[in-house]
């Protein structure tokens, strides 16, 4: 009887070493991964809450992971209200904490 192989996911689906760089997250450097969106890149990172809501301001992250329900808001390279589960982590990117709203104009 031979001894086991080891299974590993990358095993099993053959993948390999991707491209790695970084982000900016509220002026920390976060190491992304080619194809992470912004909230693997958070989650990896340890980061569970990155918006506020409106009226509490009671934290939030990522609560569906499929761009439902807007909970994982936050604001890239300046634009507010992107859902952190959709978006990619880009080279460069400049995420920042949505707090509310995201934008001043809309607050109540």
Do not use: H, K
């Not at 095993?11 to 190491?31: K, N, Q």
């Amino acid at each position: 009887m031979g001894s086991p192989r080891a299974r590993t996911p990358r095993s099993l689906v053959g993948g390999g070493p991707v491209a790695t760089y970084s982000i900016e997250f509220d002026g920390r450097e976060l190491p992304a991964q080619e194809g992470q969106s912004l909230a693997a890149v958070l989650w990896g990172a340890g980061i569970l809450a990155w918006r506020t809501t409106r009226e509490s301001g009671a934290p939030r992250g990522v609560f569906c992971g499929i761009g439902s329900c807007y909970d994982c808001l936050v604001t890239v390279n300046g634009s507010p209200n992107q859902r952190a589960c959709l978006v990619p982590a880009r080279p460069g990117d400049t995420v920042t904490t949505q707090e509310g709203t995201g934008r001043a104009d809309l607050a109540v």
